[in-house]
């Protein structure tokens, strides 16, 4: 035999994959409009997810939505106007990508570890070291 059919050999021996891709899914907002505040019901869960400090999360969210914000009985995040969740969900994207997944492999676990004044992303499943380029 030999190398082509060898490997079409292996191929067909090969068990199929069933995954559904990624394991790592960015989360998506949930709340509501109360008056002329937006509150994000499940924000300690999409910092749990995101496995990074509120304190970030909300920064981060306060300058780019343009809002103050509070944390209200730590689970609930209240967003001082009106906002749609698909521009809350874009800026929770962004935030992920700039702040959480690893710029080498795109894996999530990584650390957000401070050294002298740089922010530096260091990833727990390649050892990889990228420092941040936007501000907390």
């Known amino acids: 035999m030999d190398y082509e059919e060898l490997l079409k050999k292996a191929k067909k021996e090969l068990p ?10 960015i989360p998506k907002a949930t709340g509501h409009v109360e008056g002329n505040k937006t509150i994000i019901n499940n ?3 999409i910092c749990d ?3 990074r400090d509120s304190s970030y ?3 981060y969210l306060q300058r780019e939505l343009a809002t103050p914000a509070v944390l209200d009985a ?3 995040l209240v967003l001082g106007r009106k906002i749609n969740s698909g521009m809350i969900n874009e800026k929770i994207e962004q935030f992920t990508k700039t702040f959480v997944l690893c710029k080498e492999c795109g894996k999530p676990d990584t650390k957000l570890i401070k050294e002298g004044p740089v922010w530096v992303l260091k990833c727990a499943a390649c050892g990889a070291k ?7």
């Open 16 to 25: 199929e994959t069933k995954t559904s891709g990624e394991r790592f899914e």
């Open 43 to 45: 924000f300690s869960s």
């Open 49 to 51: 997810i995101l496995n």
């Open 57 to 59: 999360l909300i920064k």
């Open 74 to 76: 730590g689970k609930r």
């Open 130 to 136: 990228h420092p941040v380029k936007s501000k907390i």
